[in-house]
């Protein structure tokens, strides 16, 4: 799950601010606009050392300009399986699933989070959307099934992950028990006197948590995680280029309302038990066109999102046109950028199905020049969740 490019607002003074915010200036980031927010982009060390950092130690993120909320009542999986292609129904307590909020046209509203907290018995369904999409997020869902359950914003609450190899070393000293946690599992955990709700998740292929806690005690939260000698802060730059070695789609650049899941590659993501000869079949904007390009991808799909890996150390930029060999207009880069794990130009867009397949080879138009690209299977870098 992932956060579109913003559009700055047109003074610094329109910007909101995270609880982190002067944490991040005394720590010496570099400030830009992100979804309406004053986000840290980079801190002194660099994105390259703070990506780095992350693969091999433990890397501090600020999201809390995400968005979270509540949906309270027992027909809640229900009411909010009607707007998303996935499963929500039998999602077990204590689990965590992707979703994907869909437009009549089978658009992509937004990816998100969602979480069961046990809203059978009295929990609820917890949601993480992206922050530039929230308030639309939020207005659509209550919208759609306020009637249904409540639907209960979380302005209070801040997020923080913390993404990397040695996480867990770090955060089991301030809260034992996390290291039982498995990927996309979770619980409340008090955390270096902190209530916090947790999750063994995060978007950038590492094993890691994302930690939601009320806005007043981020801040202590954040200064002791960052007090362990496996963690250091990172920023914005760092968090793209993890999100895009380990192959996630970024919104507003790889996904966006005009893309249907299926021609985005999240396939994955919509369950057998909503597919054509599922017990829940359809019922989802979009049903028609989406199951048709399930069940006859050659009939109906007309591009497909891919991996590719550039064969020259050129980077490839977002929105560079790909051609095929021969020069024919074939699709479009959507994310791109020399990895810093790899030491490779990688990059996800689409291209027209028949050039698809792994191990394609295609041109990337930079500055008028081709560079030649391999279509390759994603992560570029192995994810290493921790799945028990």
Not at 7 to 24: E, K, N, S, V, Y
Not at 43 to 55: D, F, I, S
Not at 248 to 268: K, M, Q, R
Request: glycine residues 10%; charged residues 20%; neutral net charge.
């Amino acid at each position: 799950m992932s956060d579109p490019a913003p559009t700055p607002p047109a003074t610094p003074q329109d910007l909101l601010q995270t609880p982190l915010h002067d944490l991040h200036l005394e720590l010496g980031a570099r400030m830009v606009p992100f979804a309406g927010y004053s986000m840290p982009v980079q801190y002194p060390a660099g994105l390259m050392a703070e990506h780095l950092h992350t693969r091999s130690a433990a890397g501090l993120f600020d999201v809390s300009h995400m968005g979270q909320l509540r949906l309270v009542g027992r027909d809640s999986a229900a009411a909010l399986e009607s707007l998303m292609p996935v499963d929500v129904i039998d999602l077990a307590a204590g689990r965590q699933r992707y979703g994907l909020l869909l437009n009549e046209n089978a658009g992509i509203i937004d990816d998100l989070m969602f979480f069961n907290r046990d809203y059978a018995n009295g929990g609820d369904l917890f949601i993480v959307v992206n922050g530039a999409c929230k308030v639309g997020d939020i207005a659509h869902i209550q919208q759609k099934i306020g009637a249904r359950c409540e639907v209960i914003p979380l302005p209070g609450m801040a997020l923080l992950a913390l993404q990397g190899p040695q996480a867990v070393n770090a955060l089991q000293r301030l809260a034992p028990g996390v290291e039982k946690l498995v990927f996309m599992s979770g619980g409340r955990f008090t955390v270096a006197g902190c209530d916090c709700f947790l999750t063994r998740s995060g978007y950038t292929g590492e094993d890691g948590f994302e930690i939601s806690v009320h806005a007043s005690q981020a801040l202590a939260l954040a200064r002791s995680l960052l007090a362990q000698p496996e963690v250091k802060p990172v920023g914005l730059g760092a968090r793209n280029s993890l999100r895009l070695e380990a192959g996630l789609c970024l919104y507003g650049h790889d996904i966006d309302a005009s893309t249907t899941p299926v021609e985005a590659s999240l396939n994955w993501a919509i369950q057998k038990v909503r597919r054509t000869g599922g017990a829940r079949t359809g019922g989802f904007p979009g049903a028609e066109k989406i199951l048709a390009q399930l069940d006859h991808p050659v009939t109906t799909l007309t591009r497909k999102r891919v991996g590719l890996m550039a064969l020259e150390r050129i980077p490839v930029r977002d929105q560079t046109e790909l051609q095929s060999t021969d020069g024919m207009p074939i699709g479009e880069v959507t994310s791109g950028l020399l990895g810093p794990s790899i030491n490779r130009p990688v990059a996800l867009g689409y291209v027209k199905p028949e050039f698809s397949a792994v191990g394609s080879r295609l041109n990337a138009m930079v500055r008028g020049k081709p560079v030649t690209m391999e279509v390759t299977a994603t992560p570029f870098v192995p994810s290493r969740y921790y799945r028990g």
